[in-house]
């Protein structure tokens, strides 16, 4: 069966820098584009990234644009978040999910077909 499993979550201190991996397996990894969600306490679980299947093609949205980088490694069905210049407000559990689309990137929950558990991240300020 898929299986997505994100680690690399912590606390860190406002203006530090975490990465997050997500390793997929059961699936054929580059006929999907990935993405990373986050979910605060008491909100809405919100797209921080995506990449396209290829790697050619990336989207973040506007509140880490500059900060973050999503990345993908087909060879070992990986894909990455390099979260840098954190703030308190990106304390969130952060979800890896995997969508069956080999065209660009799609921002909307309800595109991914598959999900990880989530891990957390905490920004101290």
């Known amino acids: 069966q898929v299986q997505l499993v994100e680690s690399g979550g912590g606390l860190v201190q406002a203006g530090g820098s975490l990465r997050l991996s997500c390793a997929a397996s059961?699936?054929?990894?580059?006929?999907?584009?990935m993405g990373w969600f986050r979910q605060a306490p008491g909100k809405e679980r919100d797209i921080v990234a995506a990449?396209?299947?290829?790697?050619?093609?990336?989207y973040y949205a506007d509140y880490v644009k500059g900060r973050f980088t999503i990345s993908r490694d087909n060879a070992k069905n990986m894909v990455y978040l390099q979260m840098n210049s954190l703030k308190s407000e990106d304390t969130a559990v952060y979800y890896c999910?995997?969508?069956?689309?080999?065209?660009?990137?799609?921002?909307?929950?309800?595109?991914?077909?598959?999900w990880g558990q989530g891990t957390q991240v905490t920004v101290s300020s």
């Open positions: 990449i396209s299947w290829s790697g050619g093609t990336t």
């Open positions: 999910a995997a969508d069956r689309n080999r065209g660009g990137t799609r921002v909307r929950r309800a595109q991914y077909e598959y």
């Open positions: 059961g699936l054929t990894f580059s006929n999907y584009a």
